[in-house]
């Protein structure tokens, strides 16, 4: 019983994740329409888990727990609210000491290797939310998938997909789609046999 880390992000075509930072519930950049959100709710259903930053944590759980009891929202927002609440997660912190909605906290020195013995222990796929995260994960050689939501504009600027990587890391193309306004999707498999340097692992 092994899990998979997925790295599910969506970013500009220049690969930046956030133009200004700390863009709550994702910048004006974004064209998600109610049928994008449909494919990241179905998506986000089948999780066995997932792993957040506490920047990203923190965002999502300002809106999403009482979003799902919302009247005004449409529903593909009501039901994400409820997907998030309800799954399980790990939120990666050094200043965190509780949470709600069916969250662990891991952090320290030992961040990394406490991931490692949580995929380990779980069977099925676990979305990874946050840069800085998904950085470690993939130096580690944890990292199994990116999932990228791509949406149609340059920002010039802002944070990247991965922070401070600046070696090649070969993907094998697993999937692609399409949806309105122009956003694809793009599922990347890391190839097996890499460290975080981009080598071949011993």
Partial sequence: MTGRFVYWMNVSLDLRIERAPGEDGGGDW??????????????????????????????????????????????VMREYGEIWTTTPKVLVSRTRRAADHDTRIVGGDDTVAQLAA??????GVIGVGGATIATQLLRAGLLDELLLFVHPV?????????????????????????????????????????????????
């Fill in 30 to 75: 974004m064209r998600i329409t109610d049928e994008l959100h449909r494919e990241f709710n179905a998506r986000a259903r089948a999780l066995a888990a997932m792993v957040q930053g506490r920047v990203i944590y923190e965002t999502m759980e300002r809106f999403w727990p009482a979003a799902r009891h919302d009247e005004s929202l449409p529903d």
């Fill in 118 to 123: 949580f995929r380990a222990g779980t069977d």
């Fill in 154 to 202: 340059i920002l010039g600027t802002g944070r990247p997909l991965f922070d401070a990587h600046d070696v090649p890391i070969e993907l094998d193309l697993l999937e692609q789609g399409t949806f309105a306004q122009g956003v694809t999707l793009h599922r990347y498999a890391v190839r097996a046999g890499q460290d975080g340097s981009g080598a071949p692992s011993p």
